[in-house]
């Protein structure tokens, strides 16, 4: 069974950074893809970063040139670094995994971006 663990969440001023991490307890070479989702109150839930198996990444509009998302095989996590953020990026973020048929998803992380 397929778990993911996330951390790296907390309240930071607007401007400040932090990076999430996301550790599975399968190889994510497993995956085709693995990437961050977040979903604001009221809100639906939206695509933040993703990586493929080949290293091919895809970024939301709003985070592009603020958040890196990078992949630690040998560790099984993926992570997102995320700088000058902002008021509207306070969500709880998600970790995702998935191959073909199956989706897998944390528990999420609740990030709070003060102005």
């Known amino acids: 069974q397929v778990h993911l663990v996330e951390s790296g969440g907390g309240l930071v001023q607007s401007g400040g950074s932090l990076r999430l991490s996301c550790t599975a307890s399968v190889p994510i070479v497993s995956f085709n893809t693995v990437g961050w989702y977040r979903q604001a109150p009221g809100k639906r839930r939206e695509l933040v970063a993703a990586i493929t198996r080949g290293g091919s990444t895809n970024y939301a509009e709003s985070v592009k040139g603020r958040f890196t998302i990078s992949s630690d095989n040998a560790k099984n996590t993926v992570y997102l670094q995320m700088n000058s953020l902002k008021p509207e990026d306070t969500a709880v973020y998600y970790c995702?995994?998935?191959?073909?048929?199956?989706?897998?998803w944390g528990k999420g992380t609740l990030i709070t971006v003060s102005s």
């Open positions: 995702n995994m998935g191959v073909v048929g199956s989706a897998y």
